[in-house]
Structure formats: C-alpha cells, structure tokens
C-alpha cells in the first residue's frame, strides 16, 4: 500500500533524513575485535560490556552461531579473517582447525591454571569453560519419577516420538555427545558398531533434529517434545528464566566438553585479540561468567571461589571416561556415516 505524505510534513521529514544521514557518516572510532563463538547472547554480552568496560577504545562484535558453523566459516575465509578470536567450542573441533592451518599459537597468562589435557602442546587453544551435556525434560509435564536417570532410558518405547535433539551436525556439543556413544563403544567392544547401534534406536525415538538450540527449548517448553540432550548452562539460564526445564546426570557418567578458546591465524588485530583472550580467562571474568551465565569455569585455582550451584555440580556430576583422541580421529569420520546411514532411518529395538 503506498501512502501519499502531506506537504505539511515534508521539511521535517528531509531535516530528519540529513540528521540520519549526517550519523551515517560519522564512523565508530574504536577498533572492532570480531569474535566467532557458539557461546550465545548471555555470555557473549556479557564479555562484551566487561570488555568494552576495560578497553573503550575497542568494540567488541559477536557473531553467534554453531561450532561446526565456526569451523566451517572459518575454513572458508582462511585467506582473508574475518573473525580474530574463536570464542568456544569443544577442543576437538579446535584440533580440526589447528591441522588446517586455523589458528596462531598464544600462550596466555592463565595457561597453567588449566589441566594439562585442557590445553594445546603447541598453544593454539586453551580450555576456557567446561561444558557438560546431559538429558534435559520438561517437569512440568513429565515427573521426575518418570524421568530418564540414564543414557539407556531414552530408549524407553514410553518416549518414541518425544525426543527433540539439536541437529548433531551443526553443533559441537552433539558432536561431542556422539564421540562419548562411539567411543565407548569402541572402549568396550573394539569397535563403534554397538554405538551406531543406540544410535539408530535414538534415531527411531526422535521426533526431530532442530536447527538450532533457541528452537530446541522453545518446542521443549510448548511440550512438542519432552526430552532432549543438551547442555548445562544454556539448561540453567533457560531454568532462571522460568522454562520447566530439569536436568540429570547420568550415574554412569556424563561427557564433559573442554570449551575452548584460540587465536585466528592471521587475524586483522591480533594483540587486542590476546588481550581479550587474556582478559575473559582472568580469575574475576571466570567467576562473572559462573555467577552471571552458569559457565563451569576450566581454571582448577578457583576452588571456594565458585558460586554454590557450580560446586554442586562438581559433587554430584561423575564425569564420563572419554577418549577425546579417538574422537578427535575418527568424529568426523563417525558423523558422516551416522549422517548417511541412521538420520531419519532409526531401527527401533525391544529392550
């Protein structure tokens, strides 16, 4: 429909659009610093103003989007960055882009505060957070007494066509859910057959494969699904922002992924980029980011300092045995055949 302005209105509208145009031309002067990270807008906005806080010449941008999503983005620009820090991830997805060439070695002041498996030989990345990924349901609708208190339970019949995952493809934290299922196979039989196995009765149970973790919790919350796997701090923010959401360890163990983060190689501003890897790695930013968005902080020096929720998480959680070399080997090897062979073509099977 198009509307025909009064003449009334007119010289305001031209002052207006030479007062727009007139901010237009006026450029930001702080120096950009992109991050690339899966860590979403909780985190990311919060680095982002203690950043900017501490350095106001400099202005932090985020593009928000999957781990794989970050890897891929970055293989594709690798002769011209675009990005300066990958902010996030699980470290096998980061020791994927240490063999392309993807990220520049920086050891940073905090290195020795982080487990000696949480830290590239060569420097390339660090373990920043870690991040555990457990089955999550809606408690508002299912009990808890009903609940899945195992791995095995999602294969319950009582659950076909109730389960939500994110699409494993796009995301690292499904990636690393699928390495912990495919190793333990291997572990304990000699071979991922087993794991393909329960994968493709999962499959069999799962409603769908959501695109991303926004539209995950919003079909879990409207009961288009009752369960799904995911991680612990997106769970606890959307708990604190009144979802239904319930979440549980699995006694037999639950993966626990090395969140990482590395300096792009030949990235626009590499000091500030350091600084910023410096500063999100401090003790203060780790318990802000506990205290604030329920990271589980990687530094092993914090001990009385964590919030109670994350000290109880360390109490109740058994981490799950991972052979994360193996996963760094052989994943993308796994998820392509999982891709090919199971999606969509689950053979459910009497328990």
Known sequence: MTFRLRRAFQPFLLTLSLVLAAGACRRDPRTPLVLYSPHGRDLLGLVETEFERAHPEVDVRWLDM???????????EK??????????GPDT???????????????????????PESRHAGDLYFGLYRTPAMPVYNSRIVAAPDAPREWDDLLDPKWKG?????????????????????????????SPDAGFAWLSRLDAQTKEYVFNPILLYEKIVRGEGLIT???????????QRGSPLQYVFPKSGTPVIDDAIGLVAGCRHPELAKQF???????SLQRLAAEKTFRLPARTDL??????????VEREMVPAAMDWPL?????????????????????????
């Open 303 to 312: 001990g009385d300092e964590l919030p109670e929720w994350a000290r109880a």
């Open 327 to 351: 996963v760094e080997k052989d994943g993308s090897a796994w998820m392509s055949t999982w891709d090919r062979t199971i999606r969509g073509k689950g053979i459910a099977a009497a328990r």
């Open 66 to 76: 999957g781990s794989q999503e970050v890897y891929d983005r970055l293989k594709s």
């Open 93 to 115: 997805i980061f020791a994927r882009a240490v063999q392309d060439g993807l990220l520049a070695p920086y050891r940073p002041p905090w290195a020795e505060h982080v487990a």
């Open 162 to 190: 109730k389960i939500l995952i994110r699409d494993p493809l796009a995301s690292g934290t499904m990636r690393a859910v699928w390495g912990y299922v495919l190793s333990k196979s291997v572990r304990e039989t000699g």
């Open 229 to 239: 796997i995911w991680d612990l701090p997106d769970t606890l923010l959307e708990r």
């Open 277 to 283: 890897i410096d500063f999100v790695g401090e003790k």
């Open 79 to 88: 002769s011209n960055p675009q990005a300066d820090v990958w902010f996030g």
